[in-house]
């Protein structure tokens, strides 16, 4: 299907700083997440629905983009609300709860799952511990059901690949924290641990009993909607699988890494460009010693380093991007790098601007300060350079 050809990260830079930008000060300050923004950005596009389901098909209800036009509707989303929090939210949502279901549900969970996900009506929420592969054990246990209490989920849903499971389904157990989207996602997706040494990922309900959930998360990204998700002996059917049972090691975690090292470092591109735009606009605005800071030859070369950044940072992504479009996936070492590299830019570039803009960029009403606390927490998920280099360091010395 030929995919619409409508500038995606203009479109988004231009609405998110209509709709989002003037408020996004007030919402982080009062650490608070916007159901009706979130529908207005979700449904506000130009070739069908908005921010919430770029990657799904159009037949499925979505807007049938590509990876790469994806990059650039979440880096204009980025640069134009300059929110890290909401950013972070729509794209767990809109890439890593939906893409999954897209490459390894079934029939009926896609038929079920991704219209009502790409038009905004259910949320998908995640845990961005499971989002570093075979490097985290997971915090889920999952284990046969043995009473026959797992075999509906009120869906219809027959066809799942239960495996071993057996038609009593799972019994999940465990408690996951720094879930992006906890409190108002209607499913969220779980990657449990069993017996046997394998992993297998599950959709699973809201509804569902014996799952809680609460309201806690880091200090940082407050416009983003934080939880803990506790299951407590709750059962699951053979339809909630996500994938083979038991293969999740290969097939969902492995994508899921490379779409957070991608896709979440997306908005920063666009924060980028937004702290780079402040860092000329301070360099020309203030003076010292009663000169425009642009006169000073340091201060040329530091923008000069900003914009290069920038510009590395882009080509990077865009990179592992296109390898999706590609019809593959793309390598663990483009995408681990580009991760690498857009922490890091973020950091230089962060310091940069609020030197050029001056002491009161610092708070929480600037871009800056919010980029400044924001950027040490993005720095840290997808594994960090823990796990970043390592990846990368594998690849070259062809480890496997």
């Not at 890439?95 to 905004?120: D, H, I, K, N």
């Not at 075999?151 to 499971?165: K, L, Q």
């Not at 059962?235 to 994938?243: F, H, I, K, M």
């Not at 460009?273 to 860092?279: E, G």
Request: net charge negative; glycine share 14%; with cysteine.
């Amino acid at each position: 299907m030929e995919i619409p050809p409508f500038p995606t990260g203009a479109w988004a830079r231009e609405l998110a700083g209509r709709v989002a930008a003037p408020t996004t000060a007030d919402r982080d300050r009062e650490r608070r997440w916007d159901p009706r923004l979130f529908a207005e950005l979700a449904t506000a596009g130009p070739a069908g629905p908005g921010l919430a389901g770029p990657l799904v098909p159009r037949d499925l209800g979505g807007a049938g983009l590509s990876a790469a036009q994806t990059l650039d509707l979440l880096a204009g989303l980025g640069e134009g609300a300059r929110d890290p929090g909401l950013a972070l939210a729509v794209g767990v949502h809109a890439v890593l709860a939906t893409v999954p279901l897209r490459a390894f549900g079934s029939a009926r969970q896609r038929e079920r799952y991704l219209p009502r996900m790409a038009s905004g009506e259910w949320l998908g929420a995640l845990s961005l511990h499971q989002t570093q592969g075979a490097s985290v054990t997971p915090a889920v246990t999952a284990r046969a059901a043995t009473d026959g209490s797992g075999d509906s989920d009120g869906s219809g849903d027959s066809d799942g690949s239960g495996g071993s499971g057996g038609s009593g389904g799972w019994v999940l157990t465990g408690e996951l924290d720094l879930v992006a989207g906890a409190p108002v996602a209607h499913h969220f997706l779980v990657v449990a641990a069993h017996g046997d040494g394998g992993r297998t990922a599950f959709v699973v309900d809201r509804s569902t009993p014996g799952l809680s959930v609460g309201e806690a998360g880091p200090a940082a990204m407050p416009t983003c909607p934080w939880g803990r998700l506790v299951l407590a002996d709750c059962v699951v059917p053979d339809s909630a699988v996500l994938g083979t049972a038991g293969g999740a090691a290969s097939e969902v975690e492995p994508l899921l890494a490379v779409l957070d090292w991608v896709f979440s470092s997306a908005p920063w591109l666009g924060l980028l460009r937004a702290l780079t735009r402040d860092a000329i606009d301070g360099a020309r605005e203030r003076l010292l010693f009663g000169r425009p800071l642009h006169h000073d030859q340091s201060v040329r070369f530091t923008l000069a380093d900003l914009a290069a950044r920038c510009e590395l940072a882009e080509g990077m992504l865009r990179r592992a991007a296109e390898q999706f479009d590609s019809g593959a996936r793309p390598a663990h070492q483009d995408a681990a790098a580009a991760r690498l590299f857009v922490a890091a830019a973020v950091r230089t570039v962060t310091d940069a601007a609020t030197r050029l803009s001056g002491p009161l960029g610092l708070t929480g009403d600037h871009l800056s300060g919010r980029a400044h606390r924001d950027g040490l927490f993005f720095a840290g998920t997808g594994g960090g350079t823990e796990v970043l280099r390592p990846v990368i360091a594998a690849s070259l010395l062809e480890l496997g």
